[in-house]
């Protein structure tokens, strides 16, 4: 209420709030606010742009209207993702509105402070991966969707795209075995087709989620394995076995780790580090042990204070 009230104040002495005082607010409304505290700030939201429309302030940033929807997404209460799809729907007509041939300088001005609507799909890709909900894979598929026909191309699926909905499928409840078979089924559908786009690749995180989704949604068994051996087999060839990767190999499926050290020439066991073929794409902060001990070096800190 006090970050409200501090907001009408700067606005009633013609002072215009930055980036951080929106931050600082939206901060305070995830760890403190009610749904009542979420609706009012939409209002706010789309109060502030009438109010820019009219000349009296500037646009909202992009990195805004990103905070806006991480807090509705982070929310507990379900109702508040339900806002953030109406702010997500207001920022997509604006952004429309930027673009059409009758748009007023006023219009082109929201729509370059708006940005790239894609950063405001993907903190609803990473709120829905993230919140557990019964039909967060549905509503990741939903958005992935709409990205993938936008003519606009700030806003067409990028890798990132793909992982978030990757995620997705292995972090939301699965109901029945036929749920688990009909989500793998996607998931394979979008991680072939992103082997296969010209204009943008799997990264490490694509490998190290797909392993995810395998140990939650397949049976244990050879064909499960199959496609394990074939993904590390992937992702070694193009050099991408990360700490996250290798983490998740050793974790979920040690067996088919050790199977891979034997056939693999010249080696014996996996020492301080990896062959230089399966992490050559990767940075070194991220290499396997590096990120290991850079993150036991944090406990030890951690525990020290």
């Not at 409200?4 to 951080?20: A, I």
């Not at 074939?230 to 998740?248: A, E, P, R, Y």
Request: net charge neutral; hydrophobic share 35%; with cysteine.
């Amino acid at each position: 209420e006090k970050g409200f009230e501090l907001l009408d104040e700067m606005f009633s002495f013609g002072l215009e709030p930055n980036d951080t005082d929106y931050g600082i607010l939206c901060k305070l409304i995830l760890n403190h606010g009610s749904l009542e505290d979420i609706i009012r700030w939409k209002e706010l939201v789309f109060e502030i742009e009438r109010r820019a429309d009219a000349g009296k302030c500037q646009p909202m940033k992009n990195s805004i209207y990103v905070q806006s929807l991480t807090t509705c997404m982070y929310h507990p209460d379900r109702g508040a993702k339900d806002i953030a799809a109406e702010i997500l729907q207001f920022a997509e007509m604006r952004a429309q509105r930027g673009k059409g041939n009758n748009s007023t300088e006023e219009d082109k001005a929201a729509a370059r402070q708006l940005g790239s609507l894609r950063n405001l799909y993907h903190a609803l890709l990473s709120g829905w991966a993230r919140c557990g909900d019964a039909d967060a894979f549905q509503e990741t598929i939903k958005l992935f969707n709409v990205m993938n026909v936008s003519t606009d191309e700030s806003s067409v699926p990028v890798t990132r795209s793909y992982n978030w909905v990757i995620f997705a499928a292995g972090s939301s409840p699965t109901l029945s075995q036929e749920d688990a078979h009909n989500k793998f089924n996607v998931v394979m559908e979008l991680f072939t087709e992103l082997h296969n786009v010209e204009h943008i690749q799997p990264d490490s995180l694509t490998y190290s989620n797909f392993l995810f989704v395998c140990k939650a949604l397949l049976p244990k068994g050879p064909g499960q394995d199959a496609i394990v051996e074939n993904t590390i087999q992937m992702c070694k060839h193009n050099g991408l076995v990360d700490s996250v990767v290798f983490h998740n190999l050793s974790r979920y499926f040690p067996k088919i780790l050790k199977k891979l050290v034997e056939n693999e020439e010249g080696l014996t066991s996996i020492g301080n580090k990896l062959p230089t073929s399966w992490d050559a794409k990767v940075d070194p902060s991220k290499r396997w042990p590096a990120k290991q001990q850079e993150q036991q070096q944090q406990r030890r800190q951690r525990k020290g204070k």
